[in-house]
């Protein structure tokens, strides 16, 4: 009965939110209308990569996820970059970097933790991690560094170039974690027992994947959705570009990883949800930006990689917190408060700004 309730809810949420789209409701009230939906989207995807990790493994049902919700953001982006709106872009890049690694990693530790005392997972996928999330920071300082002495033509070139640097990287990445050292990165050995019974999981393997595949696409159209509803929302309420496309649009763009990884922390299934935040993060750093400064000069108005100090000095601070946290391959509730209480504190700064 109550997931009859569910799926009737999500599908008319859903419904309701292309009707005020395409009939042209007032924004305020398509935006409320988009947030409701794609709560409930989220909640259907967090439901479907737990069932595709079950099959899969941890790992891959956490990068699946974070692929699936990162696929949806970058549809998002490349609308916004076609109209010109590169600083709401990279804002919305800086929003869910900062999200995933503090929001959604913090969500997952803190109530994780309240139900299991400690959890744990692969320290060495840990290590890998922070690694990768310096690697991040310094490709985002660099351009921002060099860039007042280089010419346009010489700073979107640099973008350019970092961005292959960086979509190389991302890619042998994969290959090093779920090819030539698939076993000594896997969760197996700090698998987390769940109190839910195994006949839980009623969705078949492609069952499985078809749901996650479907939630994606439903996510992503009511996120094009939103998006068109922020101009004139953020008008009407007085709040900044910098504001909205950093902290807004990336909590509900990035809602559908909030939920599954919450989700599975509270099964003790940190790894996955690590996975999901630590991963979706890096992703987007190392992968989704790159392709967006690509997508751009292919569109004749390249987007370059330089963000403003505000955008990188929280890149950084997000980045130092999450990898001082996961480097140990151990957490517990206290940690995720410590990296709640560091977002709070950007989105205050960032509102203020």
Known sequence: ???????????????????????????????????????????????????????????????????????????????????????????????????????????????????????????????????????????????????????????????????????????????????????????SAFAGTSDEPAHEIEWSKGKSVLFLVIATVMVAFISEWLVGTVEEFTHRFGLTELFVGAFLIAIIGNAAEHSAAVFLAMKNKIGAAVEIAIGSSLQISLFVAPVLVIVSYFMGNTMNIVFTVYELAAIAVAALIAKSISQDGSTNWYEGVLLIVVYVILGIAFYLV
């Open 1 to 187: 009965m109550r997931q009859k309730l569910f799926y009737l809810i999500l599908i008319a949420s859903f419904a309701l939110s292309a009707i005020a789209h395409y009939t042209h409701w007032t924004a305020t009230i398509q935006f409320l209308l988009c947030c409701v939906a794609v709560v409930f989207a989220a909640a259907f995807m967090g439901k479907a990569t737990e069932s595709v990790a079950h099959y899969a493994g941890d790992r891959i049902g956490g990068f699946l996820n974070a692929t699936f919700g990162n696929a949806a953001e970058l549809i998002i982006a490349i609308f916004l970059v076609k109209d010109g709106l590169h600083e709401m872009v990279k804002a919305s890049i800086t929003g869910s970097i900062i999200g995933n690694m503090l929001l959604v990693l913090g969500l997952s530790v803190l109530l994780g933790g309240l139900k299991f005392k400690e959890q744990n997972f692969n320290v060495k996928l840990a290590g890998h991690n922070a690694s990768l999330m310096m690697l991040a920071v310094i490709a985002l300082f660099i351009p921002a560094l060099f860039g007042p002495s280089f010419t346009t033509k010489e700073t979107d070139s640099l973008s350019l170039i970092v961005a292959i640097v960086l979509i190389i990287a991302y890619v042998l990445w994969l290959v090093f974690s779920m090819v030539t050292h698939k076993d000594e990165l896997s969760d």
